[in-house]
Each structure stands twice: as structure tokens, then as C-alpha cells.
């Protein structure tokens, strides 16, 4: 779950607020701890993971937010 929600772009702008360089851009374990991520009930992070990861080996391009905003997991 965690490894779809910092690809989403909520997860991606958490991830830009935080990391630091002009030429190479990283993030510090110090400022990657601070991101707040938005965590449902772990039987719906095995679901969206399940989806997000069915999805993916199939080649079909979908994100987090649809999987929450519609609410597929139901």
C-alpha cells in the first residue's frame, strides 16, 4: 500500500515538500518520516494493493485517488 500511495500524486507532493538538491533531487530519512500518509483500515490497504498490483501487471494505468474517491474496495 505505502509503495502505491507515494507513487499517487498526493504521495508525490509529499514527497517534493520534503526533498532537498538542485541537480540530483533526494530526500532525508529525517523528512521522510515526517510525511503524513493517509492510512485506511489495513483490510482496505490489502485491497487497494491487490487492485493497484492487478492493475499494474496488466499495463492499465489507474491511481490511488480513483481507488478511494470511487470507492472500488466496497
Do not use: H, W
Not at 507515494?6 to 541537480?23: H, I, P, V
Not at 515526517?34 to 499494474?56: A, C, D, G
Amino acid at each position: 500500500y505505502l509503495y502505491y500511495y507515494l507513487l499517487s500524486d498526493e504521495g508525490q507532493k509529499e514527497l517534493s515538500k520534503r526533498a532537498t538538491g538542485s541537480t540530483a533531487q533526494g530526500i532525508r530519512q529525517k523528512e521522510l518520516m515526517k510525511i503524513n500518509v493517509i492510512l485506511p483500515t489495513l483490510s482496505e490497504q490489502q485491497k487497494i494493493s491487490s487492485i493497484l498490483e492487478n492493475i499494474s501487471n496488466s499495463n492499465y494505468n489507474i491511481s490511488l485517488q480513483s481507488i478511494l474517491y470511487f470507492d472500488i474496495i466496497n
